[in-house]
């Protein structure tokens, strides 16, 4: 059968020349014949006819033996696409309208199409993936799930019998590695000593745990890099391996470095390093306080398993539901209403996926709208070239070509534009792609949005490529084969008339305009959305403020240690010129990552939810946030039954009351309020005043509580970028080993917070830009081509008298009345669709007034623009001329 | 095949049987198949091609330039190895055919 390919293949290469030679082959079978019959006394010209009447008919029997090697639809389909491509490169500016249109459509379906692929089909580089599992705990009582389990819980789930091994693993564990350079932060995973043997992931150099001996507690303190941190920090030396390296301050072994490609058990979440759970209690004042192994409550791991042979998904889900409702009944009082969710590990946190897939969701319907304009862009193009070719055609037919060979053939002809704009779709797509990889959100966890594309997205985009080939081309392609025989050879075109009023191609043109009017309304919307965002008050002075992070935890100091490294690190900040106040905090806001609490403020009242803040002296002056009344915190030790809380506090829990002085219950403790401050924005720019806690700061605070570690904040005279080198010098002089992260001024903090407005302004206004682009090259193109077909109308027009200035207001007047239709209808959906959006809004109605007026206003100009210029060319058209033309 | 009144892939058996006397060029495998079937066979010359080129096709001649007895350039096809055992197939199978019909029409 291969070779039968071979054979075939190999003469396709030669087709031309294997032709030639069988021509060969039977002259010199007809000319050996000739010659035979006239040696038997044949005259010559008998012998001829003769022998070529026995022969056959060469042509056919040649046609046969082509078919041999070639399937007839093969060299039908060939045959056609020559055709195709020679037509298309006759008229290169259609052919680039055309494939533009499909481009811009495909390239954003495919865009969203990549974003789902790799949310719903994911797959981990790892060996055998389809047998990695996911497990997470599942809470019965509200249905969610992706939620994190106990260490007892996982040390249960490992009985299960369907699965070789189960891990379980933290992936948000930040230390400060040192060697090779000034020590820095990175986020690593603790995980359970098989973790390794479970997730399989390729090594560069060395291996994984030793899953007999790393569990133990105190034993072996050993570390696996990844690719990326072996080659940024130690220069991809393979003799890493064995060497010892600082983990906070200790010193372990570095037994291998990942492959390239794996990044962690869990799609997005990056890790750099991953050390086993023999090390938990050496780093035990990292990030987790509490009891972590014994305490059932203490839910922090995920965890991954792998199938055994022959077990399936649903089985080893049925398992671990048994034993699930086995702990239920154990342990009533941490574990009733708690199950366990497994599914194939590589696809998005289920948590985070319902957020996901409503956004592109969104997304998606807005690049369908896009392609679809584009759609009844090309299919008004190939219509009105079809028309222009209706002689041709109509020849063809008259002749006796078939109807279905026919359309068969125009069909190849826009698939084939439309392969070419598929392919020009993927690249779009791909770069659409790169630069949501490089999409920084503004939190400081590890998080990856790199989309990988796949073979899948290009399938993607080359089947969706011919669908809108053929969508868009079997209209024009019937309407074109229509056996009106006479009138078309005729050259008559009254039918098709200067102004059919329920035409194909008007109607696909009023439709595009309604399109793109909704795209516009869009994306005018989160245009202004974006403007109305940046213009609200955070409730803060952001000018010349900078933020450094540091987290004294991380080198494993006692807290004596650490007071003292706070003490020197402010006093050192505060003392340096230009700098007006330091402060210290455990987070600022609009980190995205502070901690909530909810209290009920006094017995009666209802219950209020807060941010918790820890702040040291005067971060209300650094941060610009006013002080209402009250005083702020003092220096020295802290009383810690004080708090100072915001307006938003005061105005909920109790208004209008004089609350300096006041005392409320938080968690049966009695708190004195001593100060009140302004409401700033706490967590998001949207958000309304949130009540925040702010408490004085622990002397030797660190970072436990909070994933951003301690914030250093100066206010600075000048622009704050310039004192970053003395305040790094400064805390290296007080303590070269500890990593600063996350310098950054307010101002930049504040504009990362704006990403979201952000992104959905870009995303929506470049898809209202491409329907824009897509329908004004819709518009001019119908309305030229209507000038072209009315060449000789006109001309009559201006023979009997016609002013030029009546020609221009004809033509005007067809493409406006397109417009106005459209925009009609357009705005009619848009009034309709606009509340969908009204989730997304900054302080704008979903029925913005400005939006709904200067978008008709700017689509009717730039129709009647793309109108202006083919109006103008008919009404410049030179009557002799124009009535001579054909 | 129908208007060379052949039983359907007969032809090509003829044309691997005629083969195993040796090389020979498109003419004169054309000429031995008259001769041997003593003119009955009526067959149009020129679907001898087609079916030469499915034959090689399938691996069971190969078609090589060569020289022909005067010396003009020729396309010399012979059978290959596995031509052989396809022929020995198709053999048995129009025997055991021929054998069929022969004892339909009551003649064996």
Redo the contacts between chains.
């Keep these: 059968m291969l070779?039968?390919w071979r054979?075939?293949l190999r003469?396709w290469l030669h087709s031309r020349e294997r032709a030639r030679?069988?021509r060969?082959?039977?002259e010199?079978?007809l000319e050996?014949?000739t010659r035979e019959l006239m040696e038997d006394g044949m005259a010559e010209q008998d012998a001829h006819s003769t022998a070529r009447r026995?022969?056959?008919?060469?042509t056919?029997?040649?046609e046969?033996?082509r078919e041999?090697?070639m399937a007839r639809w093969l060299t039908d389909f060939m045959r056609d696409a020559t055709f195709a491509a020679r037509t298309i490169r006759k008229q290169p500016g259609f052919a680039a309208l055309a494939v533009l249109s499909a481009a811009l459509g495909i390239g954003a379906c495919s865009l969203v199409f990549s974003i789902a692929n790799f949310a719903l089909f994911g797959r981990l580089p790892v060996h055998d993936p389809s047998r990695l599992m996911n497990i997470s705990g599942r809470d019965l009582r509200e249905g969610s799930v992706g939620r994190s389990m106990a260490y007892p819980d996982l040390a249960d789930l490992r009985q299960a019998e369907c699965f070789q091994g189960i891990t379980g693993y933290f992936q948000f564990m930040p230390a400060s590695i040192s060697g090779g350079g000034e020590p820095q932060r990175y986020w690593g995973t603790i995980a359970t000593a098989n973790y390794f043997d479970v997730v399989r992931p390729s090594f560069a150099v060395g291996h994984g745990f030793d899953a007999a001996r790393d569990d133990r507690q105190g034993e072996s303190p050993v570390v696996v890099l990844s690719y990326s941190l072996w080659k940024s920090r130690f220069a991809g030396d393979p003799a890493i391996v064995g060497q010892r390296i600082d983990l906070n301050s200790r010193k372990v072994t570095v037994v291998g470095v990942t492959g390239p490609a794996f990044r962690g058990a869990e799609t997005m979440f990056l890790s750099d390093f991953w050390i086993p759970f023999s090390m938990l209690d050496a780093l035990a004042d990292v990030g987790m306080g509490g009891d972590h192994l014994h305490n059932r409550l203490n839910q922090w791991l995920a965890a991954a398993g792998r199938l055994r042979d022959g077990a399936s998904v649903q089985s080893g889900a049925a398992e671990l539901d048994v034993i699930g409702k086995r702990l239920s009944a154990a342990w009533p009082a941490t574990n009733d209403d708690r199950g366990f969710y497994v599914e194939r590990a590589g696809q998005l946190n289920p948590g985070m996926r319902r957020m996901v897939v409503v956004f592109f969701a969104l997304l998606l319907a807005v690049s369908v709208l896009v392609l679809c304009t584009a759609c009844a862009n090309v299919a008004n193009l190939l219509l009105a070239r079809a028309s222009a070719r209706q002689k041709e055609i109509a020849t063809r037919l008259a002749i006796g070509a078939g109807r279905g060979r026919l359309v068969r053939q125009l069909l190849t002809e826009s698939v084939m534009l439309a392969l070419a704009g598929g392919a020009a779709g993927y690249v779009i797509s791909r770069a659409g792609a790169s630069a949501i990889g490089r999409v920084r959100i503004p939190l400081s966890l590890p998080i990856d949005f790199s989309i990988p594309l796949d073979y899948r997205v290009l399938l993607f985009s080359m089947s969706l490529a011919v669908l809108t080939g053929v969508i868009f081309g079997l209209a024009p392609a019937l309407r074109a084969t229509s056996p009106d025989l006479t009138g078309a050879l005729k050259d008559e075109r009254a039918h098709i008339g200067p102004w059919r009023r329920f035409g194909l191609r008007n109607i696909l043109v009023v439709a595009q305009v309604a399109m793109c009017m909704v795209l516009l309304v869009c994306s005018g919307l989160f245009l202004r959305s974006l403007r109305s965002a940046a213009k609200i008050d955070t409730g803060m002075s952001h000018r010349n403020v900078l933020l450094m992070g540091f987290d004294p935890g991380l080198s494993g100091r006692s807290a004596k240690d650490s007071a003292r490294l706070l003490d020197a690190i402010l006093a050192g900040a505060a003392r340096l010129p230009g700098v007006e106040s330091a402060t210290l905090a455990s987070n600022v806001p609009l980190d995205m990552e502070g901690t909530q609490d909810i209290l009920s403020p006094a017995p009666g009242k209802s219950p209020v939810r807060v941010d918790i803040y820890s702040v040291a002296p005067r971060f209300f002056e650094t941060l610009g946030i006013p002080l209402i009344a009250g005083e702020d915190f003092r220096g020295g030790v802290p009383a810690d039954d004080i708090v100072i809380v915001n307006q938003a506090f005061a105005a909920q829990a109790f208004p209008g009351e004089n609350l300096v002085g006041r005392r409320i219950d938080f968690y049966k403790r009695s708190l004195r309020i001593v100060g009140v401050v302004g409401t700033a924005k706490s967590r998001t720019i949207g958000e309304e005043p949130h009540p925040c806690f702010y408490f004085p700061i622990a002397r030797d605070a660190r970072g436990n509580d909070s994933l951003t570690g301690i914030t250093l904040a100066l206010r600075t005279r000048g622009d704050p970028v310039g004192y970053v080198t003395s305040v790094r010098q400064t805390i290296g002089k007080i303590e070269p080993t500890l990593a600063v992260f996350d310098v950054r001024t307010m101002d930049v903090q504040i504009e990362k917070a704006l990403l979201l407005p952000r992104v959905s302004a870009a995303l929506f206004g470049l898809a209202g830009l491409m329907g824009l682009l897509i329908s004004t090259v819709g518009i001019y193109g119908v309305i030229s081509f209507s000038v072209a077909r009315q060449t000789k109308d006109i001309g009559i027009r201006v023979a009997l008298g016609a002013r030029r200035a009546q020609v221009l207001g004809m033509v005007l007047r067809q493409g406006l009345t397109l417009t106005f239709a459209g925009c009609a209808i357009g705005m009619l959906a848009a009034l309709a669709l606009s509340r969908i959006t009204a989730s997304l809004l900054y302080g704008v109605s979903p029925t913005d007034g400005l939006t709904f007026a200067a978008v008709p206003a700017a689509l009717f100009t730039i129709a009647a623009i793309a109108c202006l210029v083919p109006a103008r060319r008919a009404a410049k058209l030179d009557p002799i001329r124009a009535l001579r033309c054909e | 095949m129908g208007k060379n009144d052949l039983l359907p892939g007969t032809l090509d058996m003829m044309v691997l049987k005629t083969l195993t006397r040796g090389t020979m060029?498109?003419?004169a495998i054309?000429q031995l198949l008259k001769q041997l079937s003593e003119d009955v066979l009526q067959v149009?010359?020129?679907?001898l091609?087609?079916a030469l080129?499915?034959l090689?096709?399938?691996?069971w001649i190969e078609g090589e330039?060569g020289v022909?007895a005067n010396n003009?350039?020729?396309?010399m096809y012979k059978l290959t190895p596995s031509g052989r055992k396809m022929l020995a197939s198709e053999v048995e199978r129009y025997r055991q055919m021929t054998g069929a019909i022969a004892r339909v029409m009551g003649m064996a």
């Design positions: 070779e039968r054979r075939r003469y030679l069988l060969e082959e039977m010199f079978h050996l014949k026995q022969f056959g008919n060469p056919a029997r040649q046969e033996s041999t090697w | 060029h498109g003419y054309a149009e010359e020129g679907s091609y087609p080129q499915r090689e096709l399938n691996g330039w022909s003009r350039r020729a396309r």
